[in-house]
């Protein structure tokens, strides 16, 4: 599975944007997929998971609320839906995929087989 992540920019604080994560091969419902981030000098941050199956959902603290995470598995894709974007949002958002369904798995990244590029998210203050 190859994941390709897009839908950064830069935007003000208050703003929304609409990141993808859009995956190559036919399994891709298979698939555990999340969201993770990392802002300059910081630590690779647990954002958001959807897993396979029922696509049960589950968020950082910092971001519950404020993002939603969702996929449309006849398009290969994973969303996240971003608002009310904060200064400390800043930050290269990264997506990966895991053959794993426990949701308790869903934030460490350990578990994740398949990573994306990423894509830069900028607020301005």
């Known amino acids: 599975v190859q994941l390709q992540a897009s839908g950064g920019g830069l935007v003000q604080a208050g703003g929304s944007l609409r990141l993808s994560c859009a995956a190559s091969g036919r399994t891709f419902s298979r698939y555990t997929v999340g969201w993770f981030r990392q802002a300059p000098a910081k630590e690779h941050e647990f954002v958001a998971a959807i897993t396979r199956s029922i696509g049960r959902t589950y968020y950082a603290d910092s971001v519950k609320g404020r993002f939603t995470i969702s996929r449309d598995n006849a398009k290969n894709t994973v969303y996240l839906q971003i608002t009310s974007l904060k200064p400390e949002d800043t930050a290269v958002y990264y997506c990966?995929?895991?053959?794993?369904?426990?949701?308790?798995?869903?934030?460490?990244?350990?578990?994740?087989?398949?990573w994306g590029q990423g894509t830069q998210v900028t607020v301005s203050s």
């Open positions: 990966a995929g895991g053959n794993f369904t426990l949701l308790a798995l869903c934030s460490e990244s350990i578990f994740y087989d398949y």
